[in-house]
T-cell receptor, first 113, second 111 residues
Framework: EAQVTQNPRYLITVTGKKLTVTCSQNMNHEYMSWYRQDPGLGLRQIYYSMNVEVTDKGDVPEGYKVSRKEKRNFPLILESPSPNQTSLYFCASSLFRSSYEQYFGPGTRLTVT | GQQLNQSPQSMFIQEGEDVSMNCTSS?????WLWYKQEPGEGPVLLIALYKAGELTSNGRLTAQFGITRKDSFLNISASIPSDVGIYFC???????????FGTGTRLTVIP
């Protein structure tokens, strides 16, 4: 089944404790992206990647890192999480940058205390 | 980044009623997409529009790409309880590497 998977689905952590949220797609998509979703603010892009080893900042990149060492994986790293990073996170992928039709993972709900 | 304005923010309707929602921007977009998000899930693509004036259907859903390229509309006919969710519009601009999303319309269908 074609899909985007994220792990973990739920995570509660404390301020400053480094964490990684994994994202994997099995559709051989070139483009991958991370979003955060907050009430009243919709989906905001954190980082995106147009291909292996090519990443760039989205609208809200501060406090996050990403890497794209393999085509299928695009982990999101929070080196020192803070409470304002409590949010619902989505990974998405699309076949090419120009296809625009992005497929989303099921989401990761992160709480930072 | 840009934000798209969606209206209404929320709707409560009776089962069987038709639904209309829209998405507007002060800028021109060359692609409009409509997504639905159900509780606990990620957004799922419903319809993609690529030409001004284009009208596209997906079952009971119909979406239109506005002539001015600054807006898009989504209609749902004969709503059913499983239509419940948040509907997001998204737009793409020429040369951009990302999508811009609206803030969503939350739809509640009363049986």
């Amino acid at each position: 089944e074609a899909q985007v998977t994220q792990n973990p689905r739920y995570l509660i952590t404390v301020t400053g404790k480094k964490l990684t949220v994994t994202c994997s797609q099995n559709m051989n998509h070139e483009y991958m992206s991370w979003y955060r979703q907050d009430p009243g603010l919709g989906l905001r892009q954190i980082y995106y990647s147009m291909n292996v080893e090519v990443t760039d900042k989205g609208d809200v990149p501060e406090g996050y890192k990403v890497s794209r060492k393999e085509k299928r994986n695009f982990p999101l790293i929070l080196e020192s999480p803070s409470p304002n990073q409590t949010s619902l996170y989505f990974c998405a992928s699309s076949l090419f940058r120009s296809s625009y039709e992005q497929y989303f993972g099921p989401g990761t709900r992160l709480t930072v205390t | 980044g840009q934000q798209l304005n969606q209206s209404p923010q929320s709707m409560f309707i009776q089962e069987g009623e038709d639904v209309s929602m829209n998405c507007t921007s002060s800028s021109i977009f060359n692609t409009w997409l409509w997504y639905k998000q159900e509780p606990g899930e990620g957004p799922v693509l419903l319809i993609a529009l690529y030409k001004a004036g284009e009208l596209t259907s997906n079952g009971r859903l119909t979406a239109q790409f506005g002539i001015t390229r600054k807006d898009s509309f989504l209609n749902i006919s004969a709503s059913i309880p499983s239509d419940v969710g948040i509907y997001f519009c998204a737009g793409h601009q020429t040369g951009a590497n990302n999508l811009f999303f609206g803030t969503g319309t939350r739809l509640t269908v009363i049986p």
